[in-house]
Structures are given as structure tokens and as C-alpha cells.
């Protein structure tokens, strides 16, 4: 029976197998699809991808506190709003 070392040796040895395969056939594949795109004369807006890259839009969070005189609200997140501060938060919490 192998011993620890021996089988981390093989390990090791796998992974530089695994390594040294995926970017033998990672370059045929971009090679055949160049070559491909270039005898089609495919487009990038052809496969789906605008010349533009699309930012993620981040939705706000909802509100978690309401100022009752003025109406202001505070998710919760980032610095506290001045007529918060040093008071007690459930007090303005939203149900």
C-alpha cells in the first residue's frame, strides 16, 4: 500500500497533468473558434455581445427607519442620519 507522501506525490503530479491538458485543449478550442469566426465573418453583436459591457445595477434597500417630522428614511446601512443619532432606533423602526 502507497504511503501518504507517495499519494501526495501522485497528487501533485495529477494536477500538473490536469493543469497542462486544460490549456492544451483551452488554446485548440480558441483556435478553432477564431478560425470559425473569421471564415463566417462573425460579429461579437452576432454572439450575443454588445461592444458595451453592462454595468449591474444595484437596487436600493428598502427603508428600516422613518424620521416621523420629516418623513426622511435610513436603510440601515452606512452612517446613521443626524436626527437618529443618539437615540433609540426602534423608536423609528417601520413596520
Do not use: C
Amino acid at each position: 500500500m502507497p504511503s501518504y507522501k507517495q499519494l501526495t506525490a501522485q497528487l501533485e503530479k495529477l494536477h500538473k497533468e490536469v493543469a497542462a491538458a486544460r490549456e492544451k485543449e483551452l488554446a485548440q478550442a480558441i483556435a478553432e473558434i477564431k478560425e470559425k469566426i473569421a471564415e463566417y465573418g462573425i460579429t461579437a453583436e452576432e454572439l450575443g455581445f454588445s461592444g458595451k459591457r453592462s454595468v449591474a445595477r444595484k437596487r436600493p434597500l428598502p427603508a428600516k427607519y422613518r424620521n416621523p417630522k420629516t418623513g426622511e428614511t435610513w436603510s440601515g446601512r452606512g452612517r446613521a442620519p443626524a436626527w437618529l443619532a443618539g437615540k433609540n432606533r426602534d423608536r423609528f423602526l417601520i413596520e
